[in-house]
């Protein structure tokens, strides 16, 4: 079965600090994979997607697909930064969406 | 493009109550989907539509919920009755076929 594991519900770092949030992923084909991000009461936004490979806002995600990982990277972390952050993947032909649980990252002054 | 337009923002109803969530898609997109988000189960995938025609609808949680979409540019949820545990925020998404989705703004539905 297609599942997307986020194992921190709440990642706490100050601001400058290195951030990983780690996102695991069980597939049986060809994923494609998705970060999304939602500030705080607002509408969920596409950060990147790995078929991109693209930098968003400082942030950066490789698909690893022998450790079944695509965690979110930034080597500097903002106060701006501080929202909660959802690992997706794709599943099968019709395009459905599948969320982990998300992550939570604050970043303190 | 004003992008994926929910209706209405918050909600507040009576227990036992007729809720209708609307949602209005991205001109063109042909995949429409509704997701359910609370703090203790996160965001679930309700049903989804390619279409206009329902893929799978395996994430309605009860014969309460249902969902329709008449035509490309308009899908509704309702829930009749409500409960107090149906309280969330209500997503809407859209998407083009491989290009990602686009989330409205969600409501904010508490039953009382």
């Known amino acids: 079965a297609q599942r997307v594991t986020q194992p921190e519900k709440l990642l706490s770092v100050f601001k400058g600090a290195p951030v990983e949030l780690k996102c695991n992923y069980s597939?049986?084909?060809?994923?494609?994979l998705f970060w999304y991000v939602q500030y705080s009461r607002q509408r969920l936004q596409l950060l990147l997607r790995h078929i991109s490979r693209e930098s968003i806002k400082g942030f950066t995600a490789d698909l690893n697909k022998g450790e079944t990982s695509f965690h979110l990277k930034k080597p500097f972390a903002q106060e701006e930064d501080s929202a909660m952050y959802y690992c997706a993947l794709i599943s099968g032909g019709y395009n459905k969406l599948i969320f982990g649980a998300g992550t939570r990252l604050a970043v303190h002054p | 493009d004003a992008g994926v337009i929910q209706s209405p923002r918050h909600e507040v109803t009576e227990m036992g109550q007729e809720v209708t969530l609307r949602c209005k898609p991205i001109s063109g997109h042909d995949y429409l989907f509704w997701y359910r988000q609370t703090m203790m189960r996160g965001l679930e995938l309700l049903i989804y539509?390619?279409?206009?025609?329902?893929?799978?609808d395996s994430g309605m949680p009860e014969d309460r919920f249902s969902a329709k979409m008449p035509n490309a540019s308009f899908s509704t949820l309702k829930i009749q009755p409500s409960e107090p545990r149906d309280s969330a925020v209500y997503f809407c998404?859209?998407?083009?076929?491989?290009?990602?989705?686009?989330f409205g703004s969600g409501t904010r539905l508490t039953v009382v």
């Open positions: 597939y049986s084909g060809s994923p494609e």
């Open positions: 539509f390619n279409n206009n025609v329902p893929i799978d």
């Open positions: 998404a859209s998407s083009l076929r491989d290009y990602g989705y686009t």
